[in-house]
T-cell receptor, first 114, second 111 residues
């Protein structure tokens, strides 16, 4: 079974630039999550989709972050404009069945904002 | 009320020893407590999970001990191996709502 695919693996940008991350979940997984993991901290949920609908985006900084999941499969997360404090690993995860249980994570995109 | 506090921040254990990582929570409504293992450059992977209706769950060398009255749970790794060296995160959630993760424990097993 293929895992959660994410790209790019690394991204370096200047502050105020924009950036986008892509995620393809495990086939058949209805729930997709985007997490932000700052160095030395645990992952923090940014947004959760159930199929192509948003379930929880309470911790998404909506003035600069946006996400979509077209057709209920793959998803993109965008930051515009980026700030220095956005430097982190952005993890995508998916799950099947009970929500927020048994999450399968991708390897993440490491973002450095200079 | 949503925090999960994890300790220690880092841990060094000799090969064959027992690794113990602790977590404490405040929200008594939490009803699902997983542990995730993360290797460098990889995403976290679910290791083992427990619900508050049991006090202990064991899977191979990994055991979760759960103390509902103290609002604490811990991960025990028996016969620790160098391949267990990783960062471990505890987490908690309530009724299928979002997982709240601890800050992580970096485990190093010396051979």
């Amino acid at each position: 079974e293929a895992g959660v695919a994410q790209s790019p693996r690394y991204k370096i940008i200047e502050k105020r630039q924009s950036v986008a991350f892509w995620c393809n979940p495990i086939s058949g997984h209805a729930t997709l999550y985007w997490y932000q993991q700052i160095l030395g901290q645990g992952p923090k949920l940014l947004i959760q989709f159930q199929n192509n609908g948003v379930v929880d985006d309470s911790q998404l900084p909506k003035d600069r972050f946006s996400a979509e999941r077209l057709k209920g499969v793959d998803s993109t997360l965008k930051i515009q404009p980026a700030k220095l404090e956005d430097s982190a690993v952005y993890l995508c995860a998916s799950s099947f069945g009970r929500v927020n249980e048994k999450l399968f994570f991708g390897s993440g995109t490491q973002l450095s904002v200079l | 009320q949503q925090q999960v506090k994890q300790s220690p921040q880092s841990l060094i254990v000799q090969k064959g020893g027992i690794s113990i990582i602790n977590c404490a929570y405040e929200n008594t409504a939490f009803d699902y407590f997983p542990w995730y293992q993360q290797f460098p450059g990889k995403g976290p992977a679910l290791l083992i999970a427990i619900r508050p209706d049991v006090s202990e769950k064991k899977e191979g060398r990994f055991t979760i001990s759960f103390n509902k009255s103290a609002k604490q749970f811990s991960l025990h790794i028996m016969d620790s191996q160098p391949g267990d060296s990783a960062t471990y995160f505890c987490a908690a959630s309530r009724s299928g709502n979002k997982l709240v993760f601890g800050a992580g424990t970096i485990l190093r097993v010396k051979s």
